[in-house]
């Protein structure tokens, strides 16, 4: 038997972080635990985080009862084949489904990676480092205080936003820069300020348009790439992208874990699509199963815990942009 438990968690973010919807002062997550206690050596426990979004009409209620509608399945061992039809993608698979390839891996002993099909183990990625929106002054200071970081992630919204990131790379003239609207442009703005955002250096812009509008990007010309990220969450989503963006965000919180991402990411790859890990506002414990996804990946976005006052012990392990895969302790 296993004995499932769901926990609420608020980790207060630095400063807090402001997008085109509005501004963030903590990270509101999910834990699922997975304890098994009739294992050897007194019993292993399996975690997974998730963030609920209100983008996707999800709350902590909401994602706390869809797996509370699971109790009775997991703790009889619902398997994570199993989960993938029994929840729809989004925050509340994604916690159970990390939680049970934690959990299989520690009660086999088996690395996750392996457990997942990866070719080799993880290594070291680079993570993108987010400046919230704000006035083109704050912004550059923020990328003068952190100009030794190798990528930006520049939050936009449309008005203003070339002064932005000009700001930004005359303080910082050696990072590289990738900025993401968060649905925040009109659609006249997509080309001119592709073109502009190009002589600027942006190497990719993200989501210009909002999810419900975006089929005009098809005949839309912009030089610098298109990336979706509320356009884009699970398999069956991925037709309709191809042709309108040149590469997708694979968010574990959209795909429903750490099964379907891995199977996102081989299917996109197929289909022509470039490939950016990202995430919610979350800690390690939440950006570890990703890591494993970010492996090759154009773009890792995973830089939540350097965005928080503090993160969980055990975390991840930053080398200022370099985040080192996760050590069995937290997750794997």
């Known amino acids: 038997m296993v004995a499932l ?7 207060p973010i630095e400063g807090g972080f402001t997008i085109s919807r509005g501004t963030k002062t903590h990270a509101e997550v999910l834990v699922v635990t997975l304890l098994d206690d009739t294992w050897r050596d007194g019993g292993v426990f399996g975690r997974g985080e998730c963030v609920p979004y209100a983008r996707y009409g999800e709350s902590l209620e909401s994602v706390e ?19 993938q039809g029994r929840l729809k993608p989004g925050a509340a698979r994604n916690a159970v489904d990390c939680a049970l390839a934690d959990l299989e891996a520690k009660r086999t002993r088996v690395p996750v990676w392996q ?28 990328a003068r205080a952190n100009a030794n970081r190798p990528l930006f992630k520049l939050k936009l919204t449309g008005e203003g936003d070339l002064d932005r990131v000009a700001a930004v790379r005359e303080a910082a003239p050696r990072t590289r820069l990738i ?38 990007l098809a005949d839309i ?15 069956d989503g991925l037709d309709a992208l191809v042709g309108r963006y040149d590469m ?9 874990g750490v099964t379907e991402a891995l199977a996102l990411k081989h299917a996109a790859e197929a289909a022509g699509l470039e490939i950016m890990v990202g995430c919610m506002l979350a800690t390690s414990l939440a950006m570890a199963p990703a890591v494993l996804v970010g492996q ?37």
Request: hydrophobic share 40%.
């Open 5 to 11: 438990t769901v926990a609420r968690e608020s980790w």
């Open 65 to 83: 009862a869809e797996i509370e509608a699971l109790r009775g399945d997991l703790e009889s061992g619902l398997d994570r084949a199993a989960l």
């Open 115 to 142: 457990i997942l099909g990866l070719e080799a183990a993880p290594g070291p990625v680079t993570t993108a480092y987010t400046l919230s929106l704000d006035t083109p002054e704050n912004m550059a200071a923020k």
């Open 179 to 216: 900025v993401d609207a968060n649905e925040g442009w009109a659609p006249e703005m997509v080309e001119p300020y592709s073109r502009e955002l190009a002589a600027l250096g942006v190497e990719m812009i993200e989501q210009p348009l909002p999810a419900g509008a975006d089929a005009m």
């Open 221 to 235: 010309d912009h030089p610098v790439t298109l990336c979706a990220d509320e356009s884009a969450h699970a398999r």
């Open 248 to 256: 997708i965000n694979i968010k574990l919180d959209k795909t429903g």
């Open 296 to 332: 090759g990946a154009r773009v890792v976005d995973l830089d939540g815990p350097l965005l928080l006052s503090k993160d969980r012990d055990p975390a991840l392990r930053f080398e200022g942009s370099t985040i080192h895969p996760p050590e069995p302790a937290l997750w794997g």
